[in-house]
């Protein structure tokens, strides 16, 4: 039998349907959203506890969470914001093993997704790992899914969804990422945080994988990598009308 890793997963749920979705949807939760009739929550908790490699799943979200989770997933209450709600879920898992950070906006997951991005992790040691996804592989599956995308010079890449750390950095993380949270509408106050020629060389594209992997490594204090997957499901989050249009029809497949 092949050698599957173990990790422990902390899903955020904690956004209220306040924002895009609130005149298409009743749900009191953006995660409870109807997707192909299940919450569009149950999608990824199906593909984390069909992960070989999770082996426990936490949930920090809002009371109205706790009725749709499964039997063996904890709901923890949410905090104030996205940072604390993951510092709680990294907290109540095991700190010896690592953890993925997962939103609960992105339905298109499968269990064979996580597996393979867990592996794809370890095959470098490190504390925290980011995705990476070629906008090519995006744009190719799903033509008309609208991305965020940084040139670099290796090629053009979009974030994903779901993150893996070591707990034990979490503290060291969380007070780094809430300087970043607090300047990201100032162009003054990000220059100064990422250094003014780091952050020309990003605008031009002239940055590689290798120089960002040193700069995030250095601000917070711990070993990261960029993990660039071509598991587009990795990358596609619900957070437009469009984009619920999308994995509806998806999913309705």
Same mark, same amino acid.
């Given at each position: 039998?092949?050698?599957?890793?173990?990790?422990?997963?902390?899903?955020?749920?904690?956004?209220?349907?306040?924002?895009?979705?609130?005149?298409?949807?009743?749900?009191?939760?953006?995660?409870?959203?109807?997707?192909?009739?299940?919450?569009?929550?149950?999608?990824?908790?199906?593909?984390? =506890?069909?992960?070989?490699?999770?082996?426990?799943?936490?949930?920090?979200?809002?009371?109205?969470?706790?009725?749709?989770?499964?039997? /063996?997933? @904890?709901?923890?209450?949410?905090?104030?914001?996205?940072?604390?709600?993951?510092?709680?879920? *990294?907290?109540?898992?095991?700190?010896?093993?690592?953890?993925?950070?997962?939103?609960? @906006?992105?339905?298109?997951?499968?269990?064979?997704?996580?597996?393979?991005?867990?592996?794809?992790?370890? =095959?470098?040691?490190? #504390?925290?790992?980011?995705?990476?996804?070629?906008?090519?592989?995006?744009?190719?599956?799903?033509?008309? %899914?609208?991305?965020?995308?940084?040139?670099?010079?290796?090629? =053009?890449?979009?974030? /994903?969804?779901?993150?893996?750390?070591?707990?034990?950095?979490?503290?060291?993380?969380?007070?780094?990422?809430?300087?970043?949270?607090?300047?990201?509408?100032?162009?003054?106050?990000?220059?100064?945080?990422? /250094?003014?020629?780091?952050?020309?060389?990003?605008?031009?594209?002239?940055?590689?994988?290798? #120089?960002?992997?040193?700069?995030?490594?250095?601000?917070?204090?711990?070993?990261? %990598?960029?993990?660039?997957?071509?598991?587009? #499901?990795?990358? %596609?989050? %619900?957070?437009?009308?469009?984009?619920?249009? *999308?994995?509806?029809?998806?999913?309705?497949?």
């Amino acid at each position: 039998m092949a050698y599957e890793p173990a990790v422990s997963a902390v899903v955020l749920a904690g956004r209220a349907n306040e924002g895009v979705f609130r005149e298409l949807s009743d749900a009191p939760n953006e995660a409870l959203i109807d997707i192909a009739g299940r919450p569009m929550l149950a999608y990824v908790l199906d593909a984390l =506890t069909g992960s070989k490699s999770v082996r426990k799943v936490v949930v920090v979200g809002t009371p109205d969470v706790d009725a749709h989770l499964p039997d /063996g997933i @904890d709901l923890l209450r949410a905090g104030d914001d996205v940072i604390a709600n993951a510092s709680l879920g *990294l907290a109540a898992v095991d700190q010896h093993q690592p953890a993925l950070i997962v939103t609960s @906006d992105i339905p298109l997951i499968t269990p064979e997704v996580i597996d393979g991005f867990v592996r794809q992790c370890l =095959t470098r040691p490190a #504390e925290l790992y980011y995705p990476a996804i070629p906008r090519g592989d995006a744009e190719g599956r799903f033509p008309n %899914v609208k991305r965020t995308y940084a040139k670099l010079r290796e090629g =053009t890449y979009t974030g /994903g969804n779901v993150f893996m750390i070591d707990p034990r950095v979490a503290s060291k993380l969380a007070s780094r990422a809430r300087e970043f949270v607090a300047a990201r509408k100032s162009p003054a106050k990000m220059a100064g945080l990422l /250094g003014p020629m780091f952050l020309a060389k990003l605008l031009l594209g002239a940055l590689s994988v290798r #120089e960002l992997e040193v700069k995030v490594s250095r601000m917070f204090g711990v070993k990261g %990598v960029v993990v660039i997957t071509h598991s587009v #499901e990795i990358g %596609v989050d %619900v957070d437009k009308v469009s984009d619920l249009e *999308l994995v509806r029809q998806a999913l309705a497949r």
